[in-house]
C-alpha cells in the first residue's frame, strides 16, 4: 500500500484524534487572516475617517500583535501535534515491526501533515474571508457608519502571511514528527501506551497542607489587589501578584489530593452511582496536569481582563463621541479680545463659520477647588494625591453659559441671584463634589456669599475633550460679575464655532496649527478620529489576543480529555459488565469533560473579579465607571468559544470509549 493511502486511511481511522487538532488549526488560520485582513479593507479606512495616519497604526500594531499570536498558536500546533504523536507511538512501532524503515514512516507522516494542512488552511481562509467581512461591519456598526457602500473585499496582503505563517508551522511540525519517530527505539514505539504520566503529590497530608497555604495567598492577594489596590505601592503591587502566580501553581498542584480526600469523606455523595468512578478520574487527571492547568487558568483570567477591559473602554469612548462633540469646533484663546486677536493674525472667522459665539472667562484667588469641597477636601485628597487643590478655576457668567446650551442643543440652567452652580462632566470628582454640594457649601466671591443652587454637579462639558479631564466651571450669576466690588479678572476667551462648510474647517484648523502658543483647541474631527483609533486598536489587539489565549487553553484540555478517553476506554467497558447503564456511563464521561473545563476557569473567574475591580479603581480616574456591558460582551464570547471546544471534546471522547 503507498505511503498516501496509508496516510488517508490513518487521518479517517484517527478522525476522532484528530477533531481538536483540526478543529484548532481551522480556528488558528481563520482569526489569524480575519484579523491581518480588517484592517486593509475599505470599510476600515472609513472608520477612521480616512486617516492613512490612524489605519497605519491599526496595522502596525496588528501586525506586531501577529508576531506573538503565530508564536502562540505555533506552540499550541507543536503541543496538539505531540498529544498525537505520543498516541500513536505504538502504531508505528508496529509499521517498522513489519519491515517500513523510519524513512517511510515519516513519510506517512508528512503525507498526514499535508493533508491536514492543506485542508485546514483552505477552510479557515475561506471562513476568515467570511468573518472578517463580518468584523467590517461590526467596526461600522460599532460607530454608526453608513453601510451603503459596503463591498466584499480580499486581503492578498492577509492571504500571503497567512499561508506563509502556517505553512511555516507545518513545517516546523513535520520535522518535529520525523524527529521523534527516527530517535525512539522500536521497543520505545511499542511499550509507549504503557507508559503513565507521573502523578505528583500522593501523600494527602501534604496535599490539604498546600490546598490550605494556596487558598490562603489567593485569598489575600484578591483582597489586596481587588479592594486596596488603588493603595498599594509598586512593589506591594508586584508582590501581590506573584504571590497570585506561586498560590495558583499550589492550588492546582494540591487540588487533587484534597478533591479526592473532601470527595471521598462524603461518603452519601461518593457512594451514589457513578460517583467514586467520576472522582478518582478527575482528581487523577488534575494530578497529572497541575501544571498545564495552572498555566490554562492564568490565560483564561487574561481573556476575560482583556475582554472585559477592552470593551468597556471602546463604550467609554463612543459615549464620548456622542455626548461630547456638539459643535465643530472649541478654542480657549489667550486673549482677552478675540476680535483684536482675529485680526491681528488674518483670521477670516465669519468667513469660517456664520455660527459661533465668544464668551469671557474670568478667575479669582476665592474661586478654587479647594474652596468648592469645602469639608470634603480630605476625602479628595484621599482619591487624588496628586492634585493642586489651590487651583483656580474658571468662572462664567450665567446667561453667558446659557448661550452655550442653546448651541449645544442642551437646557439651560436656572438659578437664583445668591446662588452657584459647578459644570463638571469628571465624574469620579464629581462624587466627591456632590457631597460638598448637599451639605451646602457656600461660595465666597467678590463679598458676595453664594449657595449651591443644585445638590450635584451639572454633568457637561465646555471645551470639549475626548477626555473627561477638565477642572470644570463655576456659574455665577449676571448681579456678581456686574458688581463694583467685583474682583474677577477675566483670563481668556471661550469660542465655540460651526464651519461654514468643510474646506473652512480644514482652512481653519490649518492656521491654528500654527498658532499654539496662543490658542488652546480641540475639533470634533480631530477628537472622532483619535478616539475611533485608538478605540478599534484596544478593542482588535484585546480581541485577538483574548481569542488566542482561550482557544489555546480550551485546545490543551480537549487533547488531554482525549487523551485520557483512550487509557480509560478500557474503565468504561468494565462499567458496563459490571451493568451500568448506558444513561449513566454517559452522565459520568460529560461530568468528567464539564469538570475539567470548569475547574480552571471557575479560578479564573474568580481572578477576573478582583482583577475588574482593580482596573475599574484606575479606569475610575478619567470617568470610566461602567464596565457591566463590557463584562456581558466578555463572558459571551468565553461561552461561544470554550462551549464550542467543550462540546467537540465531550463528542470526541464518547465516541472514543464507545457509548
Known amino acids: 500500500m503507498r505511503s498516501f493511502d496509508i496516510a488517508l486511511k490513518n487521518i479517517k481511522k484517527s478522525r476522532s484524534d484528530y477533531s481538536i487538532y483540526f478543529f484548532t488549526l481551522i480556528l488558528g488560520v481563520t482569526i489569524f487572516y480575519m484579523f491581518n485582513a480588517v484592517g486593509t479593507q475599505g470599510i476600515m479606512k472609513k472608520a477612521m475617517c480616512s486617516s492613512n495616519t490612524a489605519v497605519d497604526n491599526f496595522v502596525t500594531v496588528i501586525g506586531m500583535v501577529s508576531v506573538a499570536v503565530v508564536i502562540i498558536f505555533g506552540l499550541l500546533i507543536i503541543y496538539a501535534n505531540n498529544f498525537l504523536i505520543k498516541r500513536r507511538k505504538k502504531e508505528f512501532g508496529i509499521y517498522m515491526l513489519l519491515g517500513m524503515n523510519s524513512s517511510k514512516v515519516a513519510r506517512i507522516l508528512l503525507y498526514e501533515t499535508c493533508i491536514v494542512g492543506f485542508f485546514s488552511l483552505v477552510i479557515g481562509i475561506l471562513l476568515g474571508m467570511v468573518a472578517s467581512q463580518c468584523l467590517s461591519v461590526i467596526v461600522a456598526k460599532m460607530f454608526m457608519m453608513d453601510l451603503s457602500d ?16 502556517f505553512i511555516g508551522i507545518y513545517i516546523v511540525v513535520f520535522l518535529l514528527n520525523k524527529r521523534s519517530v527516527k530517535k525512539n527505539k522500536l521497543i520505545d514505539l511499542l511499550t509507549a501506551s504503557k507508559k503513565s504520566e507521573k502523578e505528583v503529590l500522593k501523600n494527602s497530608s501534604a496535599s490539604l497542607a498546600l490546598f490550605a497555604i494556596s487558598i490562603v495567598g489567593l485569598v489575600y492577594a484578591w483582597i489586596r489587589v481587588g479592594f486596596d489596590g488603588e493603595n498599594l505601592t509598586i512593589k506591594a503591587f508586584l508582590i501581590c501578584v506573584v504571590m497570585g502566580f506561586v498560590c495558583t501553581f499550589l492550588f492546582f498542584r494540591s487540588a487533587g489530593g484534597f478533591l479526592q480526600k473532601a470527595g471521598s469523606s462524603c461518603r452519601k455523595f461518593y457512594t451514589k452511582g457513578l460517583n467514586a468512578f467520576v472522582v478518582r478520574q478527575f482528581t ?7 501544571i498545564s492547568m495552572a498555566v490554562i487558568s492564568l490565560l483564561l483570567f487574561l481573556a476575560l481582563l482583556f475582554f472585559s477591559t477592552g470593551f468597556s473602554i471602546r463604550n467609554y469612548f463612543n459615549a464620548r463621541l456622542g455626548n461630547h462633540t456638539p ?11 478675540p476680535d483684536s486677536f482675529f485680526e491681528e493674525h488674518d483670521i477670516p472667522m465669519d468667513e469660517w463659520s456664520s455660527d459661533h459665539l465668544m464668551i469671557p472667562i474670568y478667575k479669582e484667588e476665592e474661586v478654587t477647588l479647594r474652596t468648592l469641597l469645602g469639608n470634603h477636601i480630605e476625602e479628595a485628597s484621599e482619591t487624588f494625591r496628586m492634585a493642586e487643590w489651590d487651583s483656580m478655576v474658571g468662572v462664567m457668567s450665567l446667561s453667558e453659559y446659557n448661550l452655550i446650551e442653546d448651541m449645544y442643543g442642551r437646557d439651560r440652567i436656572e438659578m437664583n441671584d445668591d446662588q452657584y452652580a459647578f459644570i463638571l462632566d469628571f465624574d469620579l470628582m464629581g462624587e466627591i463634589v456632590n457631597g460638598a454640594l448637599r451639605d451646602g457649601n457656600k461660595l465666597k466671591v467678590s463679598g458676595a456669599e453664594l449657595s449651591p443652587a443644585y445638590d450635584h454637579v451639572i454633568p457637561e462639558c465646555v471645551l470639549m475633550s475626548g477626555m473627561e479631564a477638565n477642572l470644570g466651571i463655576v456659574i455665577l450669576p449676571d448681579r456678581v460679575l456686574a458688581s463694583p466690588e467685583c474682583g474677577l479678572e477675566q483670563v481668556s476667551s471661550f469660542i465655540a464655532a460651526n464651519y461654514a462648510s468643510e474646506e473652512a474647517g480644514a482652512s481653519a484648523e490649518s492656521v491654528l496649527s500654527e498658532l499654539e502658543d496662543d490658542v488652546f483647541y480641540t475639533t470634533k ?5 483619535s478616539s475611533i483609533g485608538m478605540t478599534v486598536i484596544i478593542v482588535f489587539v484585546v480581541l485577538y489576543l483574548g481569542i488566542v489565549f482561550v482557544i489555546s487553553s480550551a485546545a490543551i484540555i480537549g487533547l488531554k480529555m482525549l487523551s485520557d478517553s483512550i487509557d480509560s476506554a478500557s474503565h468504561f467497558t468494565i462499567l458496563k459488565n459490571i451493568g451500568a447503564s448506558t444513561h449513566d456511563r454517559k452522565k459520568a464521561l460529560f461530568t468528567r469533560v464539564f469538570s475539567f473545563f470548569m475547574f480552571p476557569l471557575a479560578l479564573a473567574i474568580i481572578d477576573t473579579f478582583f482583577g475588574v475591580r482593580f482596573v475599574k479603581g484606575f479606569m475610575n480616574a478619567i470617568g470610566m465607571i461602567n464596565m457591566a456591558q463590557g463584562i456581558a460582551l466578555s463572558l459571551f464570547i468565553m461561552v461561544l468559544i470554550y462551549g464550542g471546544y467543550f462540546l467537540t471534546t465531550y463528542e470526541g471522547c464518547r465516541k472514543i470509549v464507545g457509548i
Open 150 to 165: 459596503f463591498k466584499f473585499d480580499i486581503s492578498v496582503q492577509a492571504l500571503e502571511k497567512t499561508l506563509l505563517c
Open 284 to 290: 487523577a487527571g488534575v494530578n497529572t496536569s497541575s
Open 327 to 337: 459643535v465643530d469646533i472649541t478654542m480657549d484663546l489667550f486673549s482677552l479680545e
Open 525 to 529: 474631527n480631530e477628537i472622532r478620529s
